[in-house]
């Protein structure tokens, strides 16, 4: 939310004040001085002036030098001085300075008068009652005097601005308002349709809620660059004393089936610190989740997170709502929404065990159970014997760990469990990073007697992966696992809100199910979180210890992630807990999915934003690797759009330059609804495979979030353009304003300064103040 | 104590039933929440003795019915056979596990800590409401249970009464030779019958009572997993408890260490 200038009114009240004081001093506005340039008309000659000035100082200087002795020297110079002042002063005025001014012929230039109609000047904030739309309508309704002073002097094109300029004929108020505000592109169209008529100056009125200009400044100098300043009038208020609105909402574009979606929500208020209300996630009109929050300071954005579920598959609208307060100015703001595509997927993941274990046969049993995973394993059942598990057929992993990155990179995640570094070759370690930091793959190594620095993974490649220190300060390695320890698992801040630990979705219910786990046994120590990790659980030995062991830990590594569990002993949430309890379950599920989401596939597709207005356009953007996760630029890629009445528009795709394996397409929608992309990806005449997204057109509210009529963006796209800004009381003088330019059609105009009533207030308060002081040293 | 089979004099086996009958009335079968000492054998290991390891045998102990013919109980075949499958796991895989055995009540919460539990004389069960409970929330909770050394017709009949009462809805299925309990270590390409050891050394039939075809059966879950291997008219733990014989015949023991270990293997991966 803009802040609200508190002082607004007395700044406002303190600058008419200093400008009427200056044109009462100078005779002239500010603004005509601004515009105009100084000029001297001499009634004698240069030369005879030049002499002139010395011989007054020369006078006055001649005329007290008899008072040496009389008076001190200092009070000399200051009699002098004065004396001199007054014969100076008739010397500038002699000189006839002028103000030359670049004035427009009358009728002979142009203004475009544009203004807003978007969503946002609905708002009911203009004063006495009004929306700022009908503010607009009584500033340009016919009978109105500034508008009646700016026909007289020029041409007016009307024009009507939301996303770009619509040419009209008058004030004429849109069957639709617009929703979004993109003045960039509105102030473009207005020059371009102008074309090379004689432009002075635009006249602007809207709320300068802007919401798509890319680089409005930019675009105020190129205005300046043709002479073409910009006159901006904010209609609305810059100062909205009561509303609550969501300002963002942030969700994942795709989740599995079945999921819990966590979204945040960020939530800015102004008049309601402190007041509690409610936020609900809503697809259509079911509620799905429901919560209470507490507003903040004015001006102050708070985040509040929400999980929720939902069922079914493919794209979701979620709508994300605070319950509005009966005195709220823009009740439309309080909805954010979200698209998110639920996918019926399984990506795969792989485990290598090096020993059977208990912690190895219940993850199956809980991976097993959810239908949107694919757990492959690996089992060292004996030296040399290796035991694969939900393998697709005899051929996968048939020569163990795999030995190149096609064959690990088809894997979304990786787990490693009691298996000590020295199975791997180092390339197959090298690998195991590449697939994090490269592939962007997720990656989990689980306690054991042969895991973390009892692995010997010290010196190795997945030492650098590993959210934890295998070594201490002097680079000793950590103690042994430590098997008798019992310990329960404590959540950290960040482990009580974090979807590997999210067992409920309620945050107080998940806190009591985590206080209510079955104590563990044993776990590896470690050289604790590294600084870039973050820790979501430690090992509570009740010891009342400063700092407990790290349990549960995460980095980002390059593209993926690494987690740290430093234990094996989660089983024991499935026997020490009820048959009923579903804890360990929602654990590994939690876990398994979050290491798999947004681990990048071969081929994606993605829209730019989930959500359009209508008449916006849609770029689309296509992203092509091979096996190894190498880009591919020599990909043909197109897609097939489907729009929401069932129409299937082909689309192409062209490789960007800037971007190693990315293509790009744009498309127009014509249709409000959902949207379903489906793109083929073809390499030397086979396929290779596809990808899908989604995008929703419809109606946008954006237009009341951040609302507040946007002073300083006008300030500033006025003093860039060469213009000057109003507000809507104080438009008197704004037709003479827009008169002094040097654009269009125009002439040159002088004012006389020498009557300035400064000048004569300078030459009287000398004489007076010569004569005061001559008293008071006992002068005649 | 190994004694070869012609060794055994007679007079000696019928003294050692009448012990068997006197001592069962005296010291009755182990009720519940009791792992003591069985009467005339070594004291059960004290529960802390066994370190920490991965894997634990856990022989349960159970309320049986008492002298019925032979004496049959919870320790049959205890300590022993217990301690040779033990090497057996230690030296033909790569599980860690303790040395030593245990043996937990049904009840005792103590159970819930070993996913895998070996239950002997199964058709000699008399399991009061608690153990069916428990063991009930053990097996749904993720538990194993093997089931061993019952013959018959009418010790079957024992077993199923009491495993129903455990899982109402359960079925009971002659496990196929491709299921995975059969190959996920060794391969086993068939169920075969293990004699008890007198039989094995000194008859020339292997079978007791009217339990002529040997049977591995199971009980899975809704998943699909098993839960319960059911080793009836077979008796692996005097195979593994004489294996050391030098006159057992090693078909039986390899059979015997085979399905067992597979067992494991099974209840640690699936």
């Known amino acids: ?138 500033l340009l309704d016919a009978s109105s005097r500034p508008l009646a002073e700016l026909g007289a002097r020029f041409q007016l094109r009307f024009f009507r601005v939301a996303h770009g ?62 002479r073409i300043p910009v006159y901006p009038v904010g209609i609305g208020s810059s100062d909205i004393a009561r509303d609550a609105e969501v300002l963002r909402v942030g969700a994942p574009r795709r989740v599995l089936k079945n999921a819990l979606i966590e979204a945040e929500v960020t939530v800015g208020a102004r ?83 090096g020993e059977p274990r208990w912690i190895y046969g219940f993850m199956r049993r809980a991976a097993a159970e959810d239908k949107n995973l694919a757990l492959i394993t690996l089992l060292r059942q004996a030296e040399g014997k290796l035991y694969r598990q939900g393998v697709e057929s005899g051929e996968v992993l048939k020569r163990g760990f795999p030995l190149d990155k096609p064959e690990l990179y088809r894997f ?278 596809t990808a899908s997204t989604g995008f929703r057109v419809a109606d946008s509210f954006e237009e009341y979030h951040a609302a507040a009529m946007n002073a300083g963006l006008l300030r500033r796209l006025a003093e860039r353009s060469g213009g000057r800004y109003y507000t809507a009381r104080d438009l008197s003088h704004l037709a003479e304003d827009i008169s002094y330019v040097d654009s269009g059609s125009a002439r040159i105009e002088e004012k006389d300064l020498w009557d300035m009533p400064v000048v004569y207030l300078v030459l009287v308060g000398s004489m007076v103040a010569e004569w005061i002081l001559r008293k008071r040293k006992g002068l005649a | 104590m190994l004694l070869k089979a012609r060794e055994l004099p007679t007079g000696s086996i019928v003294a050692a039933c009448a012990a068997a009958v006197i001592m069962s009335v005296l010291f009755p079968a182990a009720g519940p929440g009791s792992s003591a000492a069985a009467p005339g054998r070594a004291g059960a290991p004290p529960r802390s003795a066994a370190a920490q390891r991965e894997f634990t045998f856990v022989r349960a102990v159970y309320n049986g019915l008492g002298p019925w013919g032979y004496y049959k109980a919870w320790y049959t075949d205890w300590p022993k056979a217990d301690r040779q499958f033990i090497l057996g796991i230690q030296r033909l895989t790569n599980i860690e596990t303790a040395e030593r055995e245990k043996t937990i009540p049904f009840t005792d919460a103590e159970i819930f800590h070993y996913p895998f539990v070996y239950s002997v004389e199964v058709g000699h069960w008399n399991l009061s409401e608690d153990e069916v409970s428990s063991l009930r929330e053990y097996l749904q909770r993720g538990g194993f249970l093997f089931c061993d050394d019952f013959w018959g017709s009418r010790e079957w009949e024992n077993f199923e009464r009491h495993i129903r009462r455990v899982l109402p809805d359960c079925r009971i299925e002659d496990l196929p030779p491709d299921h995975p309990v059969f190959h996920c270590y060794y391969d086993i390409p068939a169920v075969i019958q293990v004699p008890n050891v007198g039989n094995a050394l000194y008859q020339n039939y292997t079978f007791e009572e009217d339990g002529i075809v040997p049977h591995c059966r199971g009980i899975s879950d809704a998943g699909g997993r098993l839960m319960v291997l059911i080793n009836w008219n077979t008796d692996l733990g005097d195979a593994w408890e004489w294996a050391d014989l030098p006159g057992f015949p090693a078909k039986y023991s390899t059979y015997a260490y085979e399905l067992g270990i597979n067992a494991i293997v099974y209840a640690m991966s699936h």
Request: net charge neutral; with cysteine.
């Open chain 1, 271 to 353: 008049g309601y610190a402190g007041r509690r209300t409610r936020l609900s996630v809503k697809q259509g009109e079911s509620v799905l989740q429901s919560r209470e929050i507490t507003l903040g300071a004015d001006d102050e954005v708070k985040t509040y997170k929400v999980t929720f579920a939902c069922e079914g598959t493919g794209p979701k609208v979620f709508t994300f709502h605070i319950e509005p307060f009966g005195d709220e100015l823009i009740p439309e703001n309080n909805d954010g929404q979200a698209l998110v595509r639920v996918e019926d997927a399984q990506p795969k993941i792989l485990y290598v065990e």
């Open chain 1, 1 to 138: 939310m803009p802040p609200g200038p508190l002082a607004a009114p007395c700044g406002a009240c303190g600058r008419m004040a200093m400008t009427a004081l200056f044109e009462f001093l100078f005779k002239y506005r500010p603004i005509i001085y601004e515009k105009g340039s100084l000029a001297f008309h001499p009634v004698l000659p240069w030369l005879w002036l030049a002499a002139a000035v010395p011989a007054a100082v020369l006078l006055a200087y001649l005329l007290y030098r008899r008072t040496r002795g009389i008076v001190s020297g200092r009070t000399r110079a200051v009699l002098t001085a004065l004396r001199a002042v007054p014969l100076l002063v008739l010397l500038a005025v002699l000189m006839q300075p002028v103000l030359l001014l670049h004035s427009v012929i009358p009728q002979k230039s142009f203004v475009a008068v544009a203004y807003d109609a978007s969503r946002s000047m609905e708002i009911r904030d203009a004063g006495g009652g009004r929306s700022r739309m009908e503010e607009v309508a009584r």
């Open chain 1, 412 to 689: 979304k995640a990786l787990i490693l469990g009691s298996i000590e570094a020295s199975f791997f070759s180092f390339d197959q370690l090298r690998l195991i990073s590449d697939f994090v930091s490269e592939r962007g793959g997720g990656f989990l190594m689980l306690g054991g007697r042969n895991s973390f620095g009892q692995g010997g993974y010290a010196n190795t490649p997945l030492e650098d992966v590993l959210p934890v220190g295998l070594r201490g300060d002097s680079g000793e390695g950590v103690a042994p696992m430590e098997r008798e320890a019992q310990f329960r698992a404590r959540l950290t801040g960040y482990g009580l809100s974090h979807p590997i630990t999210r067992i409920a979705a309620d945050e107080q219910e998940n806190r009591k199910r985590w206080e209510a786990a079955a104590p563990l046994v044993g776990y590896n120590p470690t050289a604790g979180a590294k600084p870039g990790a973050t820790v979501l659980a430690t090992v509570d030995l009740g010891s009342g210890a400063a700092a407990d062991p790290v349990l549960l830990a995460f980095q980002r590594f390059g593209r993926g992630r690494s987690v740290a569990l430093t234990t094996d002993a989660v089983w024991r949430w499935r026997m020490e807990h009820e048959s009923r309890d579903n804890f360990h379950e929602l654990f590994w599920k939690q876990m398994l999915r979050w290491l798999v989401a947004d681990v990048p596939d071969q081929l994606t597709l993605e829209s730019e934003r989930h959500s359009y207005a209508p008449g916006e356009g849609v770029t689309l953007r296509a992203e092509a690797r091979d096996e190894a996760f190498l880009s591919l630029n020599d990909a043909q890629v197109t897609a097939a759009v489907r729009t929401p009445s069932g129409r299937t528009i082909s689309l192409p795709f062209a490789w960007e330059l800037r971007k190693e394996g990315a293509y790009a397409a744009r498309f127009m929608p014509d249709e409000e609804g959902l949207y379903e992309v489906t793109a083929e990806f073809f390499r030397e005449g086979k396929k290779v495979g």
């Open chain 1, 165 to 226: 300029a619509e040419r009209v004929e008058g004030f004429q108020p849109p069957a639709r308002r617009g929703n979004v505000t993109d003045l960039e592109t509105a102030l473009e169209q207005v020059t371009a349709e102008m074309g090379n008529a004689p432009l002075s100056g635009i006249l602007l009125l809207t709320d300068g809620a802007d919401n798509r200009s890319r680089d409005l400044d930019a675009a105020a100098e190129r205005l300046r660059a043709k």
